[in-house]
T-cell receptor
Framework: AQKVTQAQTEISVVEKEDVTLDCVYE???????LFWYKQPPSGELVFLIR??????QNEISGRYSWNFQKSTSSFNFTITASQVVDSAVYFC?????????????FGTGTLLAVQP | EAGVAQSPRYKIIEKRQSVAFWCNPI?????LYWYQQILGQGPKLLIQ????????DSQLPKDRFSAERLKGVDSTLKIQPAKLEDSAVYLC?????????????FGPGTRLTVT
């Protein structure tokens, strides 16, 4: 069965610290997609990244980087030099390739608080 | 490009009352989703539409929840009668196509409080 685990419920850091958000997933499919979304206090989920199961290259986008490791079923997210604006709930999600259906399975989220 | 629009943003009702939420997806997006997000949890899919047809409603409590997407654009989600456990944020999302490689874009949500 599909499952996404975000074991860190809350993380608090001081501005400019680096922080890593963990995500572990379970799936029996060989083709699947992993996502990270950011949910600021306004409530809207903001798409950050999509990764397919055949692409294990790490990705960097500005201060954000993602480490995908199929061997450990993990898709971790690192923010370098955190800023107060990074404060939000971050969700990791999984979607299996099932043709017309596209259900996102979300983890429970990690609340990141960046203190000035 | 305009994002996903939802209304109302907030709603407070008493249990056993009915309520309806509206969603307007991004122009040209064929696939529309309704998610329920209970406080402290990740969103859970309630229903997925492809144009005006239902693709997946396996997690929709059909005894009290209904949804439609007339003309394949706007969508409404209704709860009748509401229960206390329906208190949650209801998120609408849309994607260009249905398959898993396309990201879903979310609206601001409707926060429902049932008293």
């Amino acid at each position: 069965a599909q499952k996404v685990t975000q074991a860190q419920t809350e993380i608090s850091v001081v501005e400019k610290e680096d922080v890593t958000l963990d995500c572990v997933y379970e799936t029996r499919d060989t083709t699947y997609y992993l996502f990270w979304y950011k949910q600021p206090p306004s409530g809207e989920l903001v798409f950050l990244i999509r990764r397919n199961s055949f692409d294990e290259q790490n990705e960097i986008s500005g201060r954000y980087s993602w480490n995908f490791q199929k061997s450990t079923s993990s898709f971790n997210f690192t923010i370098t030099a955190s800023q107060v604006v990074d404060s939000a709930v971050y969700f990791c999600a999984l979607s299996e390739d099932r043709g017309a259906t596209n259900k996102l399975i979300f983890g429970t989220g990690t609340l990141l608080a960046v203190q000035p | 490009e305009a994002g996903v629009a939802q209304s109302p943003r907030y709603k407070i009702i008493e249990k056993r009352q009915s309520v309806a939420f509206w969603c307007n997806p991004i122009s040209g997006h064929a696939t529309l989703y309704w998610y329920q997000q209970i406080l402290g949890q990740g969103p859970k899919l309630l229903i997925q539409f492809q144009n005006n047809g239902v693709v997946d409603d396996s997690q929709l409590p059909k005894d009290r929840f209904s949804a439609e997407r007339l003309k394949g654009v706007d969508s409404t989600l209704k709860i009748q009668p509401a229960k206390l456990e329906d208190s949650a944020v209801y998120l609408c999302a849309s994607s260009l196509r249905a398959d898993a490689s396309y990201e879903q874009y979310f609206g601001p949500g409707t926060r429902l409080t049932v008293t």
